[in-house]
């Protein structure tokens, strides 16, 4: 039987990235749940968040396994790495 405690995951406070951007964990943007007024957002346990993202980045590998003939970096598309121009 799996268990856990919801209030052992508990997210982190979110952290405002754009008025209507936040950020709960480094790299995962979500829409503020503040402009989800027709569907609210759910509450996520955070294993469960860590997991999607995990899901997300295997599909990503998976797609670019099967379908690209060169994965383009920063430097390809004549960009730096923080997408400004040189």
Excluded at 27 to 36: F, N, Q, R
Excluded at 67 to 76: E, I, P, Q, R, W
Aim: glycine letters at 4%; zero cysteines.
């Amino acid at each position: 039987m799996f268990g856990f405690r919801l209030s052992a995951q508990k997210p982190p406070d979110a952290r405002r990235i754009t008025d209507d951007v936040v950020m709960r964990f480094d790299h995962v943007y979500e829409v503020d749940p503040e402009k989800m007024a027709i569907f609210a957002q759910q509450d996520l346990p955070a294993w469960d968040t860590h997991r999607i993202i995990d899901s997300r980045w295997d599909h990503l590998a998976w797609m670019h396994q099967h379908f690209a003939d060169k994965l383009l970096g920063m430097s390809d598309l004549g960009l730096n790495e923080d997408g400004s121009e040189p």
